[in-house]
Every structure is written in structure tokens, then in C-alpha cells.
């Protein structure tokens, strides 16, 4: 054998070594470690009773193994060792360990010595160990007590325990502290304390000796047990502070700490008060927030106390029993514990005091204050007989109590619709109010097989008001949509069978019991569908409840049926032997009246210049805009449509049942309107256009914008309940609210209109359909009014102008000049065709007066345009010249030369005429010859027609004396001028 086969060979039976040991000496070192015990489980010592003498105490704690850490003999032996330390007066006797083997303990010098056999027992990490020691706390005067698990490393733990006074009363007497009248205080008296058995309760004066206290009279005299020198004292009838005494010295004092006598004070020098202890009177005030509920009614309990929590026994004085009470007032919301089980002082004073068994009165465990408002203290009354009920209110450990009584009647159900009859066109929205009696819910059918349509509801009044309110759509209505497209309550739940939801209710044929079940159908797993199929309203072979109309819901009176509910094993609605629908419990019947959609008139208006949504709903719209045909350019223009008929359309297409309510834009109007391309709801029927009347064989006309998505452009405002709706342009907005610009003169025609096939119907597609899946019922399809018959289109349309914003002047005279007088009130007015409502100014001004001035007036322009202002002028002088403006939004609209008369001499208006003078027509370019081409002889614009006209030459002299020669003189010479240019 070679060198290298003895070291590879010693090698092998070294780590073979090294391997075996430091197995061997991991597990020594881990059982031979000094125990130790953690903080974390903390020890515990069990409580001991004085009266109970000698008893067994169970002292528990965990030992950790852990060598050189925190060892409790600092690894000084190879077993653990834990030392408790008794209190004081309370000593050790036997002592012993639950069966943990390796774990002994002893008695040692008035310690208990607990040994860890570590070396050849206890391998575990840790191990839980309980002490049982004997100990008789009778001689100690503490109230608590702390053992010391002592270790030499310095790693002591505690564990604590109180030292109290058993007893069959309400709470421990205690010196400092806080009674209620009635409670029994239990109290235990050492020997070593004092050795009488006799002791008085007396008054104490806490004012007296400058705060020290003083004895004063009796109250009662008392006798201890003694054998166990226990005694559990009634304190009815006590109400302020008192002190305990022996009976032969009633200058002592006793002070009682959780019920154990531990010391004394006398009357003279010390606090007295130490001793002393306080009763007080609990309050207590019941009342049920109703006093009367029907059997299917929840109440709340109102309950008042001083005291912070508190057992309250109630009783109904045998007329109710423990079941009853679980009915009652078992609620999970409620702000204390329903305890069925009285204890036996509970059931000792209902014996005594009410000669009652324990089933005929419950406990609420831990009651604070209740509040009706708060409603943590429901009191359930349903299926509690008829009758009137006296509740009795008793706290279980004083002498506080109350009463409160209510009715209990039988419950009258009522579900009735505020309107017996609801108008409104086919194809808007509809909305019904039930007032509830005595109910929460109720069943609603609408329809029957008379009108081929029936859809049944479960609504449920979810905000306690007393009612359900609910919108329906008519269009979508029957269609295959869910029921959020179709029913839409702000507060309350709505569920339609048609549209997808289970409302509970059961159906039957001919008899009450007789119910319909999908279960024995294969076509169907709805039972409505079956009800359905038995009012031959759809084959439930090949149709849904969804496929029972041809067309969106039309025209006709539907009624409207109510329902409670049945009794077990019958049906809530059914089919009667004459194959028609009826209710098992019918409550009341209403009518839904739905008329054909109209349209009628279209109106122009005209509003100040502002955002189109300046007013954004129709009280402010109407109190703003003026009827008007000519629109001022940058005036709102707003045009009114009475019509009915497309509001569900609407509301669907835009997915919002508030949208007629908050208004919207253009484009979300034009999501209904046949123009829109491949809208869903092209096929509706519905135009909308507003087209000026400029097209040219290569321009469209310019029409507005119903893609505009701008509010504060244009926007339109629904007015639901009279059947209209207004678009209101910002016609600020030009060419972004048009297709092109707008200007002077153009002249535009808005329309509205419900478009119908020349010869088929409307009708919805094969199969539960989307609302709008529909169209002329031909190969061709298109367009068609669901409402209306075929060819009976039906086209309403207005025309309007845009004008330029102008004025016109009062007093002006025939040199174009207006004429104000100077006095302090002078007025200056005329009209204007700017909107009414607008912000505008008179403004006059003078560089060139007597004395310059410049002034400003603002004013208001009623409905037909007219505006004035007054001015102060008494300053200025006659003949004084000024210029006169009216402006809006800071521009001028136009301005007029203006001159200061006297009072008294204001000229009329110049005449007409004078604007048609055959100067102005040569100014224009426009000569006789001209008149004549038109048909018009030299003779119709002569001096002859003005003479005609009665405007003679001595009238226009009188009203401007001083100028009739120079008149003369100009027309002579328009004259001459106009036969040179015939001659020529």
C-alpha cells in the first residue's frame, strides 16, 4: 500500500470524525443549554379570591433553551433553572408541575425553584410549562399581587394577578369609587384589619375639615358573615357619599380597595375621604320612536342613561316570550348584545318583582344611549300579534327602570299611482310615482294581451321614502336591451322580466296554485316567457319575451296593474279561464295613455349676444329671448320646435336619461337625425336641418353645423314637459358654427320633420333587436317614422334673417342732424334691432361746444327696440354741436351728428321722402332711364309724385325756414344734369 492510500485513507476517517462530532456536540450544546423565559408569550398567574382560603394557583410561563443568552443561572449548570418569588402575606405551600417530563418544582426558602432537565430530557427549543401552587391569601392586604421570575443574567419577567372578593353581588366595594343606587357592593373584612362582625354605613361630609372629610350620621347598621367575614350590601335608597365603620367606633373608618378591607382612617387628622365612596342615581328613559306599527313595520328604541354601558332586562309582562323578543330586537345593527339567557340574580328579581319565568324577558348586554336618529336600536315588529304591548325596562343590577308601550295593528298593504291616468306621446319618456302603505315593494304589470304587450316589474322604495318613482322609455321599451336602458329611478330599484331580471314572482293558469314552471318547458327557462306563451303573446318555441312587438311600442292605452304579493305556493299573476291576464292580489289599476308624436310650429328668437349655453335650462332660456324673424349678426339666435316623439331616441343614443334635463350639444342632437351618417338611428326618421337659402349650382347652401360639439357655440334645451325643445346659436361663432360664413341679408329656413316611407311601415328587424335595428319594412328599407303611417310626412319649417346691428334716431331733422334740448332732463331715445336683454349705451360728446363734455348712459332695449336715455344740457348753449352714439359691448353701432335746441322747438323726424330724393337715386347710379326699364315712368320719381304724396314745396319751407332756396336751387340742377345725360 502506497503513501498516498494511507493519507487519502486518514482523510476519509477525519471528516468521517469531524462529521459524527459536530452532530453529536450540536445537539449537547441545544440540550445543554440554561433556560430562559421570553416576554413574548408573557407569563401569567391565575386571580385568587381572600374568601376561598387556601386554593390552588396556576402560575404559567414558557422556558427557552438558549445557552449564554439570557440563561436564568448564566450557564452555570448544564439544566435550567426559574425561580418565582412570592408577594407579600401570600406564601407557597405545596407546590407541583402540569405533566411536562424533564420540568420538577419545589418549595425552596418560600421561593418555587423550577428545573429544566436539559441534559437528558428536555431537547425541545422550548417547552410551556404551568406551576400549581398552594396559596391562602386571606392574611394579605394587597389587592394585587406580581411574582418576579428571577434570573442571575438580569432577563426577569412578571407575572401579575389580582387578589379579590367574590361575592353574589353587582361589584366589589371599593374606597374612591362610583356606585349605582341598587347595586350590591360585596365586601370582605380581615381579621387583621378590624374583628367585629358589626359595622354601620354612615354619611360622610367630603367639605368638611378644609377637605379632610367627616363622619356623620347613620344610615344603617350591618352584619358581616362571620365565618367568611363576607357581606353583600343593597345600596337602595343610597344617594351621595358614605363610609363604612365598626359598629363601636364610628370615628374609624374603613378603606376598601376591589372589595377588600385593607386599612383604616380616623376621624381627626387624616383624609377621611380616602375611605369613602360615592352612590349615585342611574337614569334611565325607553321610548319606542313609533306608538303604533303594523305587523310587518320596523320601529327604533330610543334610550337615554347616564351610565356608560349597562344590562337592561325587558319584559312585556308575560305578553310576549323570548321568541318574540329574538323577532323584535335581534338586529345586527343594533348598539348592544340580545341575550336570551338571564342570569340568576336576573331571574330571581323578575320572579320576585314580576312573578315572570325566564322565557318571558331577554337581556340587552352592554347598552349606551340609543338614538331614533342614529337608528342603532331597530325594533322589529313583524308577524308580532295585533294588540297593545307594555314593555317593561329594568337594568339588571340597580334599581333603575322605565316602560314604553306601542300598538301593534294588522298591516294594511297599498301600492296606488299618484295619476290614474299618465299622457304622454309614444317614443318619449314617461314617469310614474307609487305612494307605499305598509309595504316596501310591490309587483307592477304594464300591458295585457288586448295591446300585445306585457312587461312585468318588481320595484322596491330603496330610499324609505314612502314611494317609488321611476322613468320609462318608451322607445326602447320591449326591445332587446337591458333594463338600465329601458327603466331609470334616481332613489329607487327597478327589475323588468322583460328585460332580463328575476323579480321573484311566480305565474299561473286558471287557478291560483296551478303555477307555470319553465322546468316542465324545453323551449324556455323563464316562467314569464311561459305566462307569456299562455296570454299568446309570443310562441315560446321560437320567440323571447323580448320579440313580442312588430314596432316600437305605438299608440294605445295600456294598463297598469299593482300587486302584492301571494301566499305561499300561489302565483302573483296569472291566466284566467277567459285566457285573459290577472292579479292574485291586485292593489289598485292605472293607465298609460300614449298619443301619436306631433310637430308643431317653428318659432325664431333672438337673445343677447352671450355663450350658447349662457342659459342652460328653459326658465332662464324664456326669460331671455324675444320672437323675432331678423337676427342681429353676433346675437343668439334660438329656434323653438314643438314636437313630441323623439325624446327616447335621444336619451338612448346619447346613453344618459338626464340629458334632456342638463341640454346638450349639436352633435349629441344629431346622433337621432337621419343626415347623420352611419349613425345607429338612422333610420328613424328624424330631420333636423337649418339651411340658408344661397346655394348656387356650384356651392351647397350654407346650412349649420349639426356636428358641432361645442356648447358654448350651439346648444340645444329640451323642454319635456310641453313638448319642445330650442337651438340656440351663438351666431358670434360664424363659419365654426356654420358650414360657411353668415352675413347682412342671408335669409334662412329652419325645419323639422318626421319622415315616412311612400309605402311600407316601419318595422324592427327578425330576432330580439337593438332599438334602432329597423327600417321601411320593404327590400329597399330606409328611412321610416316608427309612429306614423306610410306617406304621411309631416314637415314644419320658419325663416329668419341675419341683419346688421343698426339704429335709428328720434329727432332728427331734415339735415340729418339729431336735435336735443338744454335742459337738465333732456331725452334722447330711438330703436334699435340689437336683442333685448343686451348691455348698451347712449353716448354723447363735444369738443366743439360752449363747453366740452362727453357722457354716457347705459339703457335698456325693451322687446320692440326701443331705447332712451336723459342728459343734462342745461349748461350748454343753443346751437351747440355734439355727436350722439349707441354702443354695445364697448363698439359703436353707428353715430349721429347733433346739435343743442331750444326747449320747445324740437323738430320732427325728417320725412322718408327726403331719403328717396332723386339725388340720392343719382347718387346711386340709378337714373331715370332705369325707372323706366322697371315700368316705372320719368313721371313716378317727379317732383309731381312728391307733390302726390302731399309733401308741397311750402312744407318742406316751413320746417326748415331759411334753407328752401338753396333746396331749389339743388333740385333745378339735378334736374338740368339728368337731361344732359339723356342727350348725350
Known sequence: MTNENYSNKLRAIFL???????????????????????????????????????????????????????????????????????????????????????????????????????????????????????????????????????????????AEFDITSSGSGDANLGSGATFWEGQNLDLFIRSNVDDTTDYQVRELDTTANDGEGSIEGLVEEVSIDSDDRTLSYDSEGLNGDYVITPADDSSTAIVFENGIANSTVTDSGTDTNNAGFEVTEQSLSVAFDDENVDDSETTYLDLDTNRGTTDVVVHANGDLDDEDFETIFNDTDADYTLDLTLDSGEVDDLDDDYDLDQEDAVVLRDVSDLDTDDEN?????????????????????????????????????????????????????????????????????????????????????????????????????????????????????????????????????????????????????????????????????????????????????????????????????????????????????????????????????VASAADADEDDNVEDLLGSVTPREEIAEDDRLVIQVEATGFEGALVDSTGDFDSLEDGMTLAEFNGIINDSEDADWASEGINFNVEADDATGNQDATELDLENDDESQAFVVFDEDNGQFFVVVDTSAGDDVFSGSIDDGDTFTAEMEYETDEDDRYAFADGPVEPYNGEADNDEGGPAYPYFQADSTVTSEATFDIVAPEVNFDNV?????????????????????????????????????????????????????????????????????????????????????????????????????????EDDMSDDGESDDSASDDGESDDSASDDSASDDGESDDSSSEETPGFGAIVALVAVLGAALLATRRQN
Open 377 to 605: 336600536g331597530p325594533a322589529d315588529f313583524s308577524d308580532i300579534d295585533m294588540g297593545e304591548y307594555d314593555f317593561q325596562f329594568d337594568v339588571s343590577d340597580t334599581a333603575a327602570s322605565d316602560s314604553a308601550s306601542i300598538s301593534v295593528t294588522e298591516e294594511d298593504v297599498d301600492a296606488e299611482f299618484t295619476e290614474d291616468v299618465t299622457t304622454s306621446a309614444a317614443g318619449d319618456l314617461v314617469e310614474f310615482t307609487v305612494e307605499m302603505e305598509d309595504a316596501s315593494e310591490t309587483f307592477i304589470q304594464i300591458g295585457d294581451e288586448d295591446v300585445g304587450f306585457v312587461d312585468f316589474l318588481h320595484v322596491e322604495d330603496d330610499d324609505d321614502d314612502g314611494e317609488v318613482t321611476f322613468t320609462v322609455n318608451t322607445r326602447t321599451l320591449g326591445t332587446a336591451v337591458d333594463t338600465e336602458r329601458v327603466y331609470d329611478s334616481e332613489d329607487d330599484i327597478i327589475n323588468s322580466e322583460v328585460h332580463g331580471d328575476d323579480t321573484g314572482a311566480e305565474f299561473y293558469d286558471d287557478d291560483e296554485d296551478n303555477l307555470l314552471n319553465a322546468s316542465n318547458n324545453p323551449d324556455t327557462n323563464s316562467d314569464f316567457e311561459v305566462y307569456l306563451d299562455q296570454l299568446d303573446l309570443i310562441d315560446v318555441a321560437d320567440e323571447t319575451a323580448q320579440e313580442q312587438l312588430t314596432r316600437p311600442l305605438q299608440p294605445a292605452e295600456y294598463d297598469i296593474i299593482t300587486a302584492d304579493f301571494a301566499d305561499e305556493g300561489e302565483g302573483e299573476f296569472g291566466v284566467n279561464s277567459d285566457d285573459e291576464a290577472e292579479a292574485n292580489e291586485e292593489l289598485s289599476a292605472a293607465l298609460l295613455e300614449l298619443e301619436a308624436p306631433t310637430i308643431g310650429d317653428l318659432t325664431t328668437h
Open 16 to 158: 468521517a470524525f469531524i462529521m459524527v462530532t459536530s452532530v453529536f456536540g450540536g445537539a449537547m450544546a441545544f440540550s445543554g443549554g440554561a433556560a430562559a423565559v421570553p416576554a413574548d408569550p408573557a407569563p401569567s398567574a391565575e386571580d385568587v379570591d381572600v374568601t376561598d382560603g387556601v386554593q390552588t394557583q396556576e402560575i404559567s410561563f414558557t422556558a427557552e433553551n438558549e445557552p449564554g443568552d439570557g440563561d436564568y443561572n448564566n450557564g452555570t449548570s448544564a439544566n435550567g433553572t426559574i425561580t418565582i418569588s412570592p408577594v407579600a402575606d401570600l406564601t407557597f405551600d405545596n407546590v407541583s408541575v402540569d405533566s411536562v417530563d424533564g420540568v420538577t418544582a419545589e418549595v425552596d426558602n418560600g421561593d418555587i425553584v423550577v428545573t429544566v432537565d436539559a441534559v437528558n430530557t428536555v431537547t425541545a427549543s422550548e417547552v410551556d410549562i404551568t406551576v400549581n401552587a398552594e396559596v391562602d391569601p386571606s392574611g394579605t392586604t394587597a389587592a394585587s399581587g406580581t411574582y418576579d421570575l428571577e434570573s442571575d443574567s438580569g432577563s426577569d419577567q412578571t
Open 813 to 917: 331733422n331734415v339735415d340729418g342732424n339729431l336735435e336735443a334740448e338744454n335742459i337738465e332732463d333732456a331725452e334722447i331715445s330711438g330703436t334699435t334691432n340689437v336683442a333685448p336683454g343686451t348691455d348698451g349705451e347712449i353716448q354723447v360728446s363735444s369738443t366743439d361746444a360752449s363747453t366740452s363734455f362727453r357722457n354716457g348712459q347705459s339703457v335698456n332695449i325693451s322687446e320692440d327696440g326701443e331705447i332712451s336715455a336723459e342728459f343734462d344740457f342745461s349748461d350748454q348753449e343753443v346751437d351747440d354741436e355734439f355727436d350722439t352714439s349707441f354702443r354695445v359691448g364697448g363698439s359703436d353701432i353707428d353715430s349721429v351728428s347733433s346739435i343743442l335746441v331750444e326747449e320747445g322747438t324740437l323738430e320732427d323726424d325728417a320725412p322718408e321722402e327726403d331719403d328717396e330724393s
